[in-house]
């Protein structure tokens, strides 16, 4: 694991509300660089300035991490919690789940 992998990836909404999990400052930094121009704040030069500080080992990856979840909530990027089941396997398995589970 790098440094500056994040301890608890997040989740947030990218293009048409495509959940993507972001694991690093450097994932998080690739989407910040997307950002466009014309929309970004400051909320969203702390965070980038935070996640490349991760990169570079100035900070550690937590701060950078946090810097990063107060821009996504800034910008309702967060994706909501889902069911562990479905967040990491497929919508098949968790259908498959739910059929094996269910009562007779």
């Known amino acids: 694991m790098?440094?500056?992998?994040?301890?608890?990836?997040?989740?947030?909404l990218t293009g048409l509300g495509t959940p993507t999990r972001?694991?690093?400052?450097?994932?998080?930094?690739?989407?910040l660089a997307d950002w466009p121009r014309a929309s970004r704040t400051a909320a969203h030069d702390?965070?980038?300035?935070?996640?490349?500080?991760?990169m570079d080992g100035e900070i550690d990856?937590?701060?950078?991490?946090a810097t990063f979840v107060a821009f996504a909530r800034r910008n309702?990027?967060?994706?909501?919690q889902t069911s562990p089941t479905?967040?990491?396997?497929?919508?098949?398995d968790w259908?498959?789940?739910?059929?094996?589970?269910?009562?007779?």
């Open 86 to 92: 479905v967040a990491d396997g497929t919508v098949i």
């Open 22 to 31: 972001i694991e690093s400052a450097a994932e998080a930094y690739a989407l």
């Open 76 to 80: 309702d990027l967060v994706a909501p």
């Open 46 to 54: 702390i965070a980038a300035k935070a996640c490349r500080a991760a």
């Open 2 to 12: 790098d440094r500056s992998s994040f301890e608890k990836p997040g989740t947030i």
């Open 95 to 104: 259908a498959r789940s739910q059929r094996v589970n269910a009562p007779a």
């Open 61 to 65: 990856a937590e701060t950078a991490r």
